[in-house]
Antibody, heavy 122, light 110 residues
Framework: QVQLVESGGGVVQPGRSLRLSCAAS????????MHWVRQAPGKGLEWVAV????????FYADSVKGRFTISRDNSKNTLYLQMNSLRAEDTALYYC???????????????WGQGTLVTVSS | QSVLTQPPSASAAPGQKVTISCSGS????????VSWYQQLPGTAPKLLIY???KRPSGIPDRFSGSKSGTSASLAISGLQSEDEGQYYC???????????FGEGTRVTVL
């Protein structure tokens, strides 16, 4: 069965960096686009970034552009999110999510991890 | 404030039907497909509907989606206690160039 397990969250001071990981299993990781979606405490969902199945194409929300970098290692079935220059408003539960369709960017998230909490506070 | 507007809450008795609306504009719902997600308390979201009205495998036909113009709806028939949770609509926005989510609707089974 499909499993996505995020890790790397924690408490970090404003301006510092953090790297999130998402270990995938149960499907052909290299055939699907992968996303990061976040949810601030008690709030709704916000899409953060996507990386294409082959790692060649990446898109970001304006709120994180220039500060966050999404990447993937298909040999390790792992998705990453490098977060730099963190701000208080980046505090959220970060989910990795699989796109629905093979080798297409549909922005439909059919499997989600359990999330990893990032808290940005001094 | 999201570009997709959902009512904050909706409720119905067990076995009844509840309908959740999602209102947008020509730059999102009016020109693109809509999806719906269910988030039960303490869990990750789950895809219920994509392409306006398609259900992923494993999603019961009690859940149905529709779209008309710049609005979309999610209907849950045969409401069950385990359906209590938050429901989010989503659509691509051509102006913002990003997928946007509604603010969510909390469904309560009376």
């Amino acid at each position: 069965q499909v499993q996505l397990v995020e890790s790397g969250g924690g408490v970090v001071q404003p301006g510092r960096s953090l790297r999130l990981s998402c270990a995938a299993s149960g499907f052909t990781f290299s055939g699907y686009d992968m996303h990061w979606v976040r949810q601030a405490p008690g709030k709704g969902l916000e899409w953060v970034a996507v990386v294409s199945y082959d790692g060649n194409t990446k898109f970001y929300a304006d709120s994180v552009k220039g500060r966050f970098t999404i990447s993937r290692d298909n040999s390790k079935n792992t998705l990453y999110l490098q977060m730099n220059s963190l701000r208080a408003e980046d505090t959220a539960l970060y989910y990795c999510a699989k796109d629905l369709e093979w080798e297409l960017t549909e922005y439909y998230f059919d499997y989600w991890g359990q999330g990893t909490l990032v808290t940005v506070s001094s | 404030q999201s570009v997709l507007t959902q009512p904050p809450s909706a409720s119905a008795a067990p076995g009844q039907k509840v309908t959740i609306s999602c209102s947008g504009s020509s730059s999102n719902i009016g020109n693109n497909y809509v999806s719906w997600y269910q988030q039960l308390p303490g869990t990750a979201p789950k895809l219920l509907i994509y392409d306006n009205n398609k259900r992923p495998s494993g999603i019961p036909d009690r859940f149905s989606g529709s779209k008309s113009g710049t609005s979309a709806s999610l209907a849950i028939s045969g409401l069950q206690s385990e359906d209590e949770g938050q429901y989010y609509c989503a659509a691509w926005d051509d102006t913002l160039n990003v997928v946007v989510f509604g603010e969510g609707t909390r469904v309560t089974v009376l």
